[in-house]
C-alpha cells in the first residue's frame, strides 16, 4: 500500500564544528607483509601521527601522485620502522609496515592503522531498481542559501 | 516548498498508515514556519507564552539545545533574523516518532521516507530487505549505489548542481567540494544529524562519520570520486 501527501516542512541547515579524532590506538600488531631493501640512514619518520584533532571543518588540502612509495627506514630505538604507501586516485589508499621491531623481549604495539584509509571509488551511475532512494535532491532552495551563508561564515 | 512522505508497508496496514499521516500533519502544523498559524510561528510572533508550549514543541525545543551545547552553538534553531526555526531536527525526528507508532502497532515491514531520509523495518514484497538508492548527483533519475538494510535509517545531505560537473565560483557553491553525503545508522533521526554536520566539514566529513561506532557513510566530491567509511560495503549486495 502506498500513499503520497504533500508535506511542507523547510530544511534548515546548520554549519557543526566538531573535534574530530582521526585515528587511535590500538592492540593489534601488524604482520610483517614484505620486506624492502633496509637502511639504516637517520632520517625524519616517515611515520604519520597516530592522532590528529582538528577543530574547523577545513577541506584537505593534499593530493597525492599515484604510485607506490617506500619510506626511508626508521630507527625507533627499539628497532627499525618502515612503511610502503599506496596512492591511487590521489589519495592514500594503503600503508603497509615493511619492517617493524619485532626481536626485542618486549612486545611492541603499533598502531597499523595511523591514519583513516578510506576505499574510494568513481561513482558508476545506475538505473533505480530500488525500493526507495536518499537523495539530497528534496530540499528546498533555502537550505542550500543557508548552507552557503553557513559556509562563508565558517571560513 | 513541499516534501513528500512515503510510507510502504508490506502486507496489512489496516488503520495505521491513517495514523502515521495525521500525526506527520500534526507535526507539520505546529513546526512549518511556512504555516502562519503554526505552533513555531505563533511562538515567533510572540502569541504564546513559554509554558503553553506544546509537549511536543518543548521536547523539540530541549534536544536542539542539547545539540547546540554539544556543538558548542554551532547547531542553533536561531534564524539571523532571530526566529526559531528547528526544521533541521524535525524532519528526522518526526520520521523516528512515526516510526514508532508503527512499531508499537505491531507493524514490522515498512519503510517511512520524508525527502529523502528513509526509516526501514523488516521486509519487502519480494520478501527481501529494503533496497534503498543513493541519488546521483548530476543524474537525478539514477542511482550510484543500492544499499540494502532491514532495520535503520539512511540520510543524506548533498547540493547537487544542475547536470553539470562545473562549479560557478561566483555563486559560492564551490565552497564545499562535496556534493552528497549518505550516512546509514541506527536511525534516521541520529543519521540526518550526523550527516548534516559531516556534510558541513567537507571533506573531513567522512572520518567524522567514521569515528562514529554504528554509522556508515559515503560522500562524493564534486569530482564524482566517492569515499566509503570501512564497514559500509556491508550494506551493498
Not at chain 2, 75 to 80: E, L, S
Not at chain 2, 112 to 140: A, C, M, T, Y
Request: glycine share 10%; charged share 20%; net charge negative.
Amino acid at each position: 500500500m502506498r500513499k503520497n501527501l504533500p508535506f511542507f516542512i523547510a530544511s534548515f541547515v546548520v554549519v557543526v564544528v566538531v573535534l574530530v579524532k582521526l585515528a587511535g590506538r590500538d592492540d593489534s600488531t601488524p604482520s610483517l607483509v614484505g620486506s624492502g631493501n633496509i637502511s639504516n640512514t637517520p632520517a625524519s619518520s616517515s611515520i604519520p601521527s597516530t592522532t590528529t584533532t582538528s577543530s574547523a571543518p577545513a577541506p584537505v588540502a593534499t593530493s597525492y601522485k599515484d604510485g607506490t612509495y617506500t619510506g626511508t627506514s626508521v630507527n625507533v630505538f627499539y628497532g627499525n620502522v618502515q612503511v610502503q604507501v599506496t596512492v591511487s586516485g590521489g589519495k592514500m589508499t594503503n600503508v603497509r609496515f615493511l619492517d617493524y621491531p619485532q626481536d626485542r623481549g618486549t612486545s611492541v604495539m603499533i598502531n597499523s592503522q595511523a591514519m583513516p584509509l578510506l576505499q574510494s571509488e568513481a561513482i558508476q551511475s545506475q538505473s533505480a531498481n530500488v525500493d526507495t532512494i536518499s537523495g539530497a535532491s528534496f530540499t528546498s532552495q533555502g537550505f542550500v542559501q543557508s548552507l552557503q551563508s553557513a559556509l562563508s561564515q565558517a571560513s | 516548498m513541499g516534501m513528500p512522505v512515503i510510507l510502504e508497508v508490506t502486507g496489512e496496514a489496516g488503520e495505521v498508515s491513517e495514523e502515521v499521516f495525521k500525526y506527520l500533519e500534526s507535526v507539520d502544523n505546529k513546526f512549518s514556519t511556512y504555516k502562519e498559524d503554526s505552533e513555531i510561528s505563533k511562538i515567533n510572533k510572540g502569541l504564546t507564552k513559554e509554558g503553553d508550549y506544546s509537549e511536543e514543541m518543548k521536547k523539540v525545543l530541549s534536544l536542539s539545545e542539547e545539540i547546540k551545547h554539544r556543538t558548542n552553538g554551532y547547531f542553533d534553531i536561531k534564524t539571523p533574523k532571530g526566529n526559531l526555526d528547528p526544521s533541521g531536527l524535525v524532519k528526522g525526528w518526526s520520521i523516528y516518532q512515526a516510526a514508532k507508532i508503527l512499531d508499537e502497532r505491531g507493524i514490522d515491514n515498512y519503510y517511512l521516507s520524508i525527502g529523502g531520509d528513509v526509516e526501514v523495518r523488516g521486509k519487502n514484497q519480494k520478501g527481501q530487505g529494503w533496497s534503498v538508492g543513493i541519488q546521483h548527483p548530476f543524474e537525478q533519475d539514477k542511482i550510484v549505489k543500492a544499499i540494502h538494510l532491514n532495520k535503520g535509517g539512511v540520510a543524506t545531505s548533498g547540493i547537487y548542481l544542475q547536470g553539470s560537473h562545473i562549479y560557478n565560483p561566483t555563486d559560492g557553491s564551490a565552497a564545499n567540494d562535496v556534493v552528497s553525503l549518505t550516512v546509514i545508522g541506527p536511525d534516521v533521526y541520529q543519521a540526518d544529524v550526523y550527516a548534516t554536520a559531516a556534510f558541513a566539514m567537507g571533506k573531513e566529513g567522512i572520518n567524522f562519520i567514521e569515528g562514529l561506532k554504528e554509522y556508515e557513510g559515503y560522500m562524493i566530491d564534486k569530482e564524482g570520486i566517492a569515499t566509503m567509511t570501512s564497514g559500509f560495503e556491508r550494506y551493498v549486495r
